[in-house]
Structure formats: C-alpha cells, structure tokens
C-alpha cells in the first residue's frame, strides 16, 4: 500500500510515522523548504532556541508527552514566579499572581456565563449541541454585548479571546468559542501555566519534535512541494505538485481547512471544508532577548496583559539557565495592524510599550518578530476560527474520508483543536482510518 501525505505538519508527520512503522510506502509532500508548519523555532541567540510558533504544553497533552518520550525530547518548565505587569487603561500596576486588577465579581460573573456554554457543548460533535444552530448563529462580540454588562468585562472578554485563540470576538462563532474552550481542557486549564496548558514547553523549541520525526522518514517528505491537485478514480489516486505527479492507494491532506479548500480535488468535494466565514486566528509572535532573565530581580514574572498594543501579552520563555526570552503575542486585528508596518516600526512600538511594562529592563540586545499572518502555508495561526455556521455546516464533514482522500490536521480533532496535541492526535487518528482499510480488503 502506498499513502501520499499533504503537509509535514504534526498532524502529517504524525500519520506518515504511523504507517511507515505499519509497513506503508509512505511520502510526505510538503510546501514549505522545512517541516513543522506551526510549530517553528528560531535561533535567538548564539545555542538559544525559541519557539517563534507553537510553545507550551500541559500534562493532559498525553500524545505529546509519549512522542516527545519517544523522540528522547523533554519538557521544562515555564517560569511563573513573581508579579504581573496590566496596562489595562489606568497606567501600568503590577499585581500578585495573574488575576487582572478589574472588578473580580464583574469578571467572575462573565467566565460563569461562559463555564455554562463550554458545559453545554457536545465535545465530540458540536454540531449536536443542543441549541447549536442558535449557539452557530451569532458570534462571540454579538454574545458579549448581549451578557457582559459591567465595562470591566467588556474590556477584558476580548482580551482573554485573544490570548486563547489569536482572534477578535466578532470572528467567532459562539458554538466554536464554547467547542474551542472545552477541547483544550475547559476554560480553567487552557488558560493555567501551573498545572494548565501553558506549564511546560519544549526543552530546546517545540519545532524538534517535527523535525525528528522527519529526520526519522528520511528521504520520503519531500520539501518545496506545494500540492495543488489531487486526482482519484477507482484504481487509485494521483497527486500533483507542480510538474511533478504521484501517484498512491491514498492521500491523507493533513493542512488547516482553508488550505485543503484550495487544492483542486476531482471528483470535487461532496461539502466544503471552509466557507466564507471560516476566518483565522491571526498572531505575531515577538522575541525580545536580554543577558538574563533580569525582570526576575525585580519581582516580576514576565507576564503582562496590556488593552493598549500592539503586545497583548508578554511571558517569560528564557531558556533553563541562559538568556532572558521575553515573548509577546500580537493578535487578531491588532495583527494585521502590526504586520502590515515596516520592520523599524515594529520594532520601535514593541521596545516603547515593553519600555513602560517593564522600565527597568533597558533595551533588548536583539529582537525577533514573526509574522504568522502574511505566512501562505499556515492561514490559521494559532488555528482556523469558525465563524457563524461553520461548525453546523463543516463540523459533520470534517473528517468523513472523501473515497481516497482522508483529512489530519488540529482543525479535525475535536479533542484538544488547534493545539499541538489535537495534531498530533488527528495523526494516529486518520493513521488507523487507512490501515482498517487495508485491514478491510
Ligand atoms: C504563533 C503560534 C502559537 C501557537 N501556540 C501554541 C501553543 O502554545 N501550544 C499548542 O499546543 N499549539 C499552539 N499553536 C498551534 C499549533 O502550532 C498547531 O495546532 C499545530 O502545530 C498544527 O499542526 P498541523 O499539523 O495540524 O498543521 P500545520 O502545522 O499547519 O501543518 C500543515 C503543513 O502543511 C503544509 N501545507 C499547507 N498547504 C500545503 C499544500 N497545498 N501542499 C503541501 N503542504 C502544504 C504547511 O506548510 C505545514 O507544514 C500555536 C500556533 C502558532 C502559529
């Protein structure tokens, strides 16, 4: 049996592993000159790698944790010790611990009301919430007018959307806002470094993990070969990058749904797999590198929440005993405002606002910005956002195969989307999928 996989993502890479250690021809056609997709690391200082793309990881991320165990990667910790920095509209205060100086019963009342959608919604089929079709119809910014009453509220809801899911609330469908909060663990999880989501990232960057598994497959992902045709009648399928053309018994199109929507697929696909208001998650992840790690001294952790931008949020990912790594999220709107302008200014706004979060740092001796939103191969950074009528209308064919054609990717996981570990989870997922078929001949 010979299986063509689209996208040497984690989802891609962990589907081809899968089959070749069953015994299947596998190759991995990729279109970028690496392999990762979103996860990424970069080089910020001479032997310092930071994660320019996906970081952190929690206990509950137990395909992650086996794969890394396997691939000889370990987990460090992220470092949470000390105050927080909020610039929340009223000058800059640092506070204990990570709750935001706001009205906590205001703040309090609205993750209740939230706690009660993520409850409601049916994990393993949104779509078959009860109330679906009404939780489908409207979006989060529409569900925040009509809930959050106190101001506090209505300025930290678009906040904390922002850090989950690099969106703005008018994007996103409240059945995705509800299914995203409760795949990644409940709201309480997914937004907790200390026992959460965000506890551990990967020792030396995240983006190891990809390419191990690639170093492991060798010569069969093939870099630098976007795939834009994918062909199938009943003898076989064939795929088509550029001039090149495989040919297999399967493909499996393990990239986000707005990327796979563009690939030609004959016969075409029953249901579409985007509609017009499949959106993205949009970040810019900034790197700001000092000597040291000097806001420990001062009684700070790192983390930072600002109303103001362009950096959301701030967190401290210095590396176990080396640089100080300050890394800054950009998100949605704000994201396109702040990749559209020049390199200088980039720079200039991150060191004014940092300069004011933290004013005894001085300056940074390098920074590093990536721009996930003009990438080509991503369009969903951190993940696609369903907007309203997507997961009613997507959701059921989101992972139904297509005659030869089977689908990865984390916007196909129900459990833990969007995540590193709803990739890697959609791998061995579509990797059993094929094989029951050979099971079945
Ligand atoms: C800035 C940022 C921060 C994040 N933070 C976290 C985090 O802290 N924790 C976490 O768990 N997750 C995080 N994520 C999300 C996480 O990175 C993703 O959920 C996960 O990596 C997705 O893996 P995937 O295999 O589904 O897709 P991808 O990684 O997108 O892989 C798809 C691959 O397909 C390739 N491709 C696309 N189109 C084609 C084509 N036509 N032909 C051939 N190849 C193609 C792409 O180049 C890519 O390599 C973050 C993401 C970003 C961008």
């Known amino acids: 049996m010979r299986v063509l996989v689209v996208g040497a993502g984690l989802g891609g890479l962990t589907a081809a592993t899968d089959l070749d250690a069953a015994g299947v021809d596998v190759v991995v056609l990729e279109a970028r000159d690496r392999v990762g997709g979103r996860t990424h690391g970069i080089e910020v200082a001479s032997g310092t790698w930071a994660d320019a793309g996906a970081a952190y990881l929690g206990d509950r991320h137990t395909e992650l944790h086996k794969l890394m165990a396997g691939l000889g990667l370990s987990a460090t910790p992220t470092a949470m010790r000390g105050g927080s920095r909020f610039a929340l509209g009223h000058g800059e205060k640092t506070r204990a611990g990570r709750f935001p100086p706001l009205n906590a019963v205001a703040l309090g009342e609205m993750f209740d009301r939230l706690y009660d959608l993520v409850d409601a919604v ?10 679906a079709a009404a939780l489908d119809s409207t979006t989060a910014a529409a569900w925040a007018a009509a809930n959050l009453r106190h101001p506090d509220a209505r300025l930290f809801f678009p906040l904390f959307l922002g850090e989950m899911m690099a969106a703005d609330p008018a994007a996103i469908s409240v059945l995705h806002m509800a299914l995203y909060l409760r795949a990644g663990g409940g709201i309480r999880y997914l937004n907790a470094f200390d026992g959460g989501a965000q506890q551990d990232r990967v020792l030396g960057g995240a983006h190891q993990v990809a390419e191990r598994l690639a170093g492991q497959l060798g010569d069969r992902v093939w870099l630098g070969h976007p795939v834009h045709a994918v062909e199938q009648d009943g003898g076989g399928v064939s795929v088509r990058s550029g001039d090149r053309c495989l040919t297999g018994d399967a493909v499996i199109v393990a990239v986000p749904p707005l990327l796979a929507q563009a690939i030609d697929f004959r016969p075409g696909l029953p249901a579409p797999r985007a509609t017009a208001a499949t959106g993205r998650g949009c970040a810019v992840k900034v790197q700001l590198v000092y000597p040291r790690a000097a806001w420990h001294e001062q009684g700070l952790s790192g983390w930072s929440v600002s109303a103001t931008g362009p950096l959301l949020s701030t967190v401290d990912d210095s590396p176990p005993g080396g640089a100080g790594v300050l ?17 200088v200014a980039r720079e200039a706004e991150v060191l004014s606002q940092v300069g004011e979060l933290f004013p005894r740092l001085g300056r940074p001796v390098a920074v590093h910005i ?3 939103v003009n990438e080509p191969y991503s369009k969903g950074c951190y993940a696609a956002v369903f907007g309203p009528g997507d997961w009613t209308r997507l959701g059921p064919h989101l992972i139904a195969p297509h005659g030869r054609v089977h689908w990865a990717g984390t916007e196909t996981s129900t459990e833990f989307f969007g995540l590193m570990e709803g990739a890697i989870r959609s791998g061995h997922r579509v990797a059993d999928e094929v094989l029951s078929l050979e099971g079945d001949k």
Do not use: H, I
Request: glycine residues 10%; negative net charge; aromatic residues 16%.
């Open 122 to 131: 049916r994990p393993d089929a949104p779509w078959l919430t009860p109330d």
């Open 327 to 343: 890394t800054g999220f950009v998100t949605g709107a704000e994201a396109y405002r702040f990749a559209g302008l020049d390199p």
């Open 370 to 372: 990536t721009d996930w």
